[in-house]
């Protein structure tokens, strides 16, 4: 019961109601191939507040390495410099939830199970490990293709699938509920990339006594919403097998 409240709170600040298209635009694939990712592509995107829409920087993405199906990306953000993990799926190995608390991930967090396509669905169970205090969460992904939409974002204006991820991050605490999270992004075909990104997240303060079933009487905490839209993408083509 509270999981569903929870995950209704956010769908609705997300304004996620109308159906998608299922069928693909004129030209596009019906089911879209991994993509093939090279060392020296890079791309950036603006970062901003979903609640307050103001500016948080700009992310800036370059594979720095390909080695077997691990996929090294170096991100910069403002004066920090970080490095993710991917398999050759754009799936997590190793990288940042909605609150920016880094993870690896075993199994690969399934993001992007390709090949993708309208109405495609899933579900995954995945080992979280922070590797500052070795702390364990179980972690489970719901994830849906929900179908085409044509987003437009400062690089321009794309068909994309849209793919929306409900997730449990199975952190529980003394006074806490786990976090639970709505992941969308919206590939597109052409760039062999995602164009856009939103993810929100909120748990449910326990400390006043309500338990699980009694969430109504527990206080909502909504942590970040954080949107990210694709700026450039001026080297690579990694959506598009050669």
Known sequence: MMRTLALWTLLVLAGCATPLPQHPPGGAPARVAAPDIRVGDDWAYAF????TKLPKGT????????????????????ERLTTERY?????????PMT?????????AYAALPF?????????????????????????????KVLGWERVKVPAGEFDALKIRRLVYAGNFGHFRSEEQIVEFDWYAPELGRVVRQESSSLYYDTSRGCGKDDPPNCQVV???????????????????KP
């Open 87 to 95: 398999t050759r799926e754009w799936n997590w190995l190793e990288r």
């Open 115 to 143: 090949p993708l396509e309208a109405g495609k669905s899933w579900r995954a169970y995945v080992q979280a490990t922070d590797p500052a205090t070795g702390r364990v969460n179980r972690v489970r992904i719901d994830g």
């Open 222 to 240: 909504r942590n970040d919403w954080n949107v990210a839209e694709l700026i450039n993408h001026p080297h690579g083509t990694s959506g598009k």
């Open 48 to 51: 901003h507040d979903g609640y």
């Open 59 to 78: 992310l800036v993405y370059r594979v720095s390495a390909v080695l077997d199906d691990t996929v090294s990306v170096e991100v910069t953000h403002g």
């Open 99 to 107: 609150n920016l608390q880094n993870f690896r991930y075993s199994p």
